[in-house]
């Protein structure tokens, strides 16, 4: 049940301290990745990583797709439904990882047909296990977030994303003229910080303060770059998906490219950003602040953005793989703050199902 909480939605995301942990447990092993059943040398068959995915579920794939291209592999990140217009060449070469926390739905599911009929190899990374995904994928990787009911996706998002982000060092260890991170062991360690920082996120968070300050605005736009992208989007489509108010999330950099037109003093812009990235997100969000629209940084304590900002939603300092999903538990607290205060019913928004099994 829900026990002390209102909704199933914020049990889910005060739950992620422990489906992180349960995500990250005997993944880290002297220093470097280890998943069970894909030991060393497992990729070494593999020259493209092609991710599908939808919704929530595409946001940590766009997540997983930069490390992994970071470290030197030919990576594609292509929404499931669109899979059969927009991939390229596909050969025995290719490893499709289909992310879908419930291994169920149709657009991905169909989209790993359609790589495999074409010789690929798959790996489900899925929070079901025994799911459609799962059985039908050469390999599965669980994410270990524990059953999510509410129809917002929220600690799975987190659980999918760390478990892409270890799994982009385990492939480019392996993918010949790839290498995981430089930077790997600072990474590793202070992943297993991760479940306390959220907890501290969760402990001093005012992001009900600001959802009530700003609830009542004309559109919610989310901006990011680099890591912060993914976590823009997701920001908005979290926000879309319980308020039913207008939200878009954009690469920093695109703002001035046409959705600056829309910006007023009625739209804040939540402004992303983690010590990795670079002024991209500061300057673009000076530009919607020249234009009246308060800015809402959801960054560490010393980043240049907080002294920009009229508010600040802080988070602790870490490594910035992990940053980016500190923000967005942020994120996912002013979405069910301003859900709340609207008086929306939150786990089950009209419209939407918790799993898509049609395509
Ligand atoms: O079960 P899946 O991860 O494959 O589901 C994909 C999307 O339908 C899902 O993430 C959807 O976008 C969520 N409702 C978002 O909160």
Known sequence: ?????????????????????NTIEGRVEDGDVAFEDLPAGTFSDVDTVQF??????????????????????????????????KTGPVDDATLVVA????????????????????????????NVVGSTAAREADDAVYIRAGPEVGVAATKTFS????????????????????????DRETMLEDLTDLPEHVETVLETTDAEGIAREFHDSDSYFFIGNGLGHPVALEGALKFKEITYEHAE????????HGPLALVTDETPVFAVATSGDD????????????????IVAVCPDDHPLVDVAEVHLSIPDTHPVWAGLLANVQLQLVSYHAADLLERPIDKPRNLAKSVTVE
Not at 105 to 123: C, E
Request: glycine fraction near 8%; charged fraction near 20%.
């Open 99 to 126: 992310v879908t926390q419930s291994g169920e739905t149709a657009d991905t599911l169909d989209a790993v047909r359609k790589a495999t009929d074409r010789g690929a190899r798959s790996l489900a990374v899925t």
């Open 159 to 182: 659980s999918q994303a760390v478990t892409l982000a270890l799994l982009s060092q385990r492939i480019a260890a392996d993918v010949p003229e790839a290498a995981a991170a430089a």
């Open 249 to 256: 999330g954009f690469a920093a950099g695109e703002l001035k």
């Open 52 to 85: 599908v995915a939808c919704g929530t579920s595409y946001h940590a794939a766009m997540y997983g797709a930069q490390l992994l291209r970071s470290a030197g592999v030919r990576t594609d990140v292509v929404r499931a439904s669109e899979y059969a217009s």
């Open 1 to 21: 049940g829900k026990g002390e909480y209102d909704h199933y939605m914020l049990k889910e995301i005060h739950t992620q301290p422990t489906a992180l942990s």
């Open 279 to 294: 002024e991209k997100t500061k300057t673009n969000a000076i530009e919607a602040q020249t234009r009246g629209a308060p």
